[in-house]
């Protein structure tokens, strides 16, 4: 009997600046094998990052770039991104804003995960000033990435309920164990094989 060679999947890169578990967390999503990505490559701005243990781990191709050169870095980024054919980028804690040009290249296929229920605290510190505002609730958004900052077509999120006692910490975790079930599913939402 021939073996039926199933669906390619989508060649991805994950962008990260630290910890990475929504890297690792996208990793084992994409070993599963009804997951419509497989992970190809690894970006970073930090060479520090905590996440590019994950590359020794799982044996995945990593590069680090300095963004503070922006320009430089995106354009030996994007050679990398070409020459490993890859077709969705997956920013998951990537502290660092790309370009307008950088994105073009990469029109409606890139991903990102923001810690707030957008369109409410785009940029940083979103859990401080949601606590600040006393807000009821927060939680966590996957969007599309456009040239305005947190700003694209959203495709999922969730909410999250703040106790009387958050406090950045608590609400950081309290949310992150969200993200890591929202991402992938905002991959199959997307991606997935009827
Ligand atoms: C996550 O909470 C992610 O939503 C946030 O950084 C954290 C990274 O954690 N991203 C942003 O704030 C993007 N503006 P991780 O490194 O453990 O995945």
């Not at 890859?86 to 409606?108: E, Q, T, V």
């Not at 296929?109 to 940083?124: C, D, R, T, V």
């Not at 969730?158 to 106790?163: A, E, G, N, R, T």
Request: aromatic share 6%; hydrophobic share 35%.
């Amino acid at each position: 009997m021939v073996k039926s060679i199933g669906p390619k999947k989508i060649r991805t890169a994950v962008f990260i600046s630290g910890t990475g578990s929504n890297l690792k967390n996208l990793i084992k999503f994409s070993l599963k094998k009804k997951s419509p990505i497989e992970i190809i490559l690894i970006i970073s701005n930090n060479p520090k990052a905590k996440g590019l243990e994950y590359s020794k781990i799982y044996k995945i191709k990593k590069k680090i770039y300095n963004y503070n050169k922006k320009k430089i870095s995106e354009t030996k980024t994007l050679k990398d991104l070409k020459s490993n054919d890859i077709n969705l980028i997956c920013l998951a804690g990537f502290m660092k804003i790309l370009s307008k040009d950088f994105i073009n290249n990469f029109k409606g296929k890139i991903l990102n995960i923001h810690p707030s229920l957008l369109p409410k605290y785009k940029g940083l510190n979103t859990h401080d000033r949601a606590i600040h505002n006393k807000e009821k609730y927060s939680g966590c958004t996957v969007h599309l990435v456009n040239s305005k900052l947190d700003s694209g077509k959203i495709i999922l999120q969730k909410k999250v309920k703040l106790s009387k006692k958050e406090t950045v910490s608590s609400l950081q975790k309290k949310i992150l164990k969200h993200e890591h079930i929202l991402y992938p599913k905002a991959i199959s939402k997307l991606f997935a094989n009827p």
